[in-house]
C-alpha cells in the first residue's frame, strides 16, 4: 500500500528537523571547544615564575569582577572598600624583565588621604614586574591607616630623633610604599635617641640598585651605607610590608654571610616565619596622638653587621611551604656595602 499524502508530509517535516539540528549541533559546538581553548590559554599565559597554589580564589582573566576580589583578602581585613574606583578592563601586559628596576624616590605622606595613598600605590605596582597582578592594596596591610595623623620623618627617624620637626620633610615609610618591588626593605629598630653627627642620606636605608633576573626568579636589593652609619648603628630588623601586600607573606633565609641574628633560634634563618607588618597608630614618634607606622617589629627578623659586605638570601613562598627545601616562589637576595 503507498503511503498516503499526510505520512509524505510528516516524514518531510522529520527530515527538516533533523537536518536543522545537525547543522546547529556543527555551527556551536565548535565555537564552544574554542571558548574552552582560549579560556586554557589565557591561564597559561598568565603565569609567572612562581605557581600559584593558594585555595584564595586567584582571578586572571581580563575581566575581572572585583567584588570575588574584596571577598577573598587577608584573614584579618574588615571587607571594606578603600573607595578607590580601579579600571579592571586593562589588558594583562607581559612586564617580565631581566635588568635594573627604576627606583621611586621617597614623598612627604602628611595631609595626603588613605585614598590618595592607596591609588598612587596602585600606580607604583601597575610599572613594577608584578603588572600582570590584579591588585587591591591589601586591608590587612593598609586597613589602619589613619587620615588625620601625620608620618615620621626619614630625617628624624635616622639622624635627629624626636622632637618638633619629627614628621618634617620626606616620610620614613614611603621608601616601602613607593617600591613594591622591595619585597623586604631594612629599617633600623626604632626612631634614633640622640642626634647623630654627619648623618647622610644614604643612611635613610633607600636601596641604591634594585635587579631582577629572570633566570634565577630573583630580585637583589642592593644598599649602601656611609662610613659614619657603619660606626653609628650597625642593628637592623627585616621589614616585609610590601611582600605581604603583594602576598609573599612566609620567609626564610637560606643563607647569609656577616649577619647575626639577635635571637639565636628564634630567627628567619632558623624558620620559617609570616610577615606580620601593617600600619597603623602608634606612639613612638613623640606626638601627642601618635602617628601612621610601621608595625610590629618582630624579633625573629632583628640582625646585626659584622662586616660588610653583608648578604641575605631569602626564599619567598605565598603559602606556607611543607619544608624549608620547597623551591621558593621568588628569590631575594639582600646586600649592605
Known sequence: ????????????????????????????????????????ALKLSAQKPWVETSNEQYIDDVDVDMSILKENLEENNTNQSFG??????EPLDEFWVTGSIPLIPMSDLNGKSRIEILTQRKLYVENTIFKNRRYVPSEGVFGLMDNTKPWIGIESFTCYGN?????????????????????????????????KKNCSPADYLLPVKINYSKDNNMIKVVFELSQNSKNMNNKFTLNGINARDLKFRYAYADSTSNVIFNNNEFNISNNIYEFKDFITVDNSCGIKGGCNNINPVQNELKFSINNYPAKIHIKLWKTYPKNKNIK?????????K
Do not use: C, H
Request: net charge negative; glycine share 6%.
Open 163 to 195: 622632637g618638633a620637626k619629627t614628621t618634617y620633610g620626606l616620610s620614613k615609610d614611603s621608601r616601602f610604599l613607593n617600591n613594591p618591588v622591595m619585597l623586604v626593605g631594612l629599617d633600623r629598630e626604632g626612631i634614633v635617641e640622640q642626634p
Open 1 to 40: 500500500m503507498n503511503p498516503g499524502p499526510e505520512n509524505n508530509f510528516k516524514k518531510f517535516i522529520i527530515s527538516i528537523l533533523l537536518i536543522f539540528f545537525v547543522i546547529i549541533v556543527i555551527i556551536i559546538k565548535p565555537i564552544d571547544l574554542e571558548k574552552i581553548k582560549e579560556a586554557d
Open 328 to 336: 621558593a616562589d621568588i628569590n631575594y637576595m639582600i646586600v649592605l
Open 84 to 89: 578607590i574606583e580601579f579600571n579592571t578592563k
